[in-house]
């Protein structure tokens, strides 16, 4: 089950559920996204958008979301949320991967974190019906984030959490191919442990994503995503390529022979291949 095509469609669950209650008119108000490309993002079909889009969404509403929780504060919590900001203030003036661990294990912001989640959950039982409402987006966003960050990092654990998260929306919203196969592919991987041992080791270790640079650490893409950026691309001749062969061809010489029949090669290999394989 490739991790790219899953991605778009949870990115079209998104737009599903959210394009018509107002995503799309802030999406093009706003020129984050074009007019005539909005209905493309909403589907799912442009990937780098989508994903653009939804983070700046995320971080907006997160932040509205902030304000809220700020403003509901009891008199004796003001002195925990000036400590915190304390904190966070100095971080900006000496930013590094010390002091950040040194902020995300320290108690303060543990405390702090508590109280935020505890207002979150108090919305989604006591609010009204459209706070519940956008908090789901968050909800998806942060699925969606994560799968992303579960790709990057090898994180195969992560990975499956995911995939059992995104199974219930998939049947939500009518995505039949993956609320069919979804389960028992989760099924299989939770069992390579007993059945494929070495396929498992391999998995845990960050191999179900494909690493393209060794310098990048957070790189790795997903599988399916590498094949359509290489292999599937190559299979696909554009007209103007054609054409630069054809004008080469037409030469008398011998080199510029050569250099059709090298190139005319290097574009039909690719098709004879998978044509001898299926």
């Known amino acids: 089950m490739g991790g790219f095509h899953l991605l778009m469609t949870l990115l079209a669950i ?16 706003s020129e984050m996204i074009a007019e005539g490309s909005i209905d493309s993002v909403l589907n799912g079909k442009h990937y780098n958008r989508g994903i653009r889009l939804h983070n700046i969404m995320y971080e907006a509403m997160t932040k509205l979301l902030l304000e809220n929780f700020e403003d509901c504060l009891h008199e004796d919590s003001l002195e925990l949320l000036s400590d915190h900001k304390t904190h966070l203030d100095q971080l900006k003036l000496n930013l590094c991967q010390e002091e950040i661990e040194q902020v995300l294990e320290s108690d303060l912001l543990q ?21 519940k409402f956008w908090i789901t987006y968050l909800q998806l966003c942060e699925l969606l984030l994560d799968l992303i960050n579960a790709t990057r990092t090898g994180n195969w654990e992560l990975y499956l959490f995911c995939i059992e998260a995104v199974i219930p929306w998939t049947f939500a919203y009518d995505r039949q191919n993956y609320a069919r196969y979804l389960i028992p592919y989760l099924n299989d991987m939770r069992a390579l442990p007993t059945v494929m041992p070495e396929v498992y080791d391999a998995f845990l270790a960050g191999d179900f994503s494909v690493q ?34 054809q004008c080469q061809f037409r030469g008398d010489s011998a080199v510029g022979l050569e250099q059709f029949q090298a190139q005319l090669i290097q574009t039909t290999l690719p098709r004879t291949r998978i044509s001898a394989v299926y």
Not at 20 to 26: I, M
Not at 112 to 131: K, P
């Open 212 to 245: 393209m640079s060794k310098s990048n650490p957070f790189g790795q893409n997903e599988a399916d995503k590498t094949i359509e950026n290489t292999i599937n691309r190559d299979c696909k001749t554009s007209a103007w390529r054609l054409h630069r062969i």
């Open 111 to 131: 405390q702090w974190e508590n109280r935020f989640q505890e207002h979150v959950a108090d919305i989604r039982q006591n609010g009204s019906d459209l706070a």
């Open 14 to 29: 998104i737009g599903n559920r959210f394009g018509d209650a107002g995503l799309r008119d802030v999406a093009v108000h």
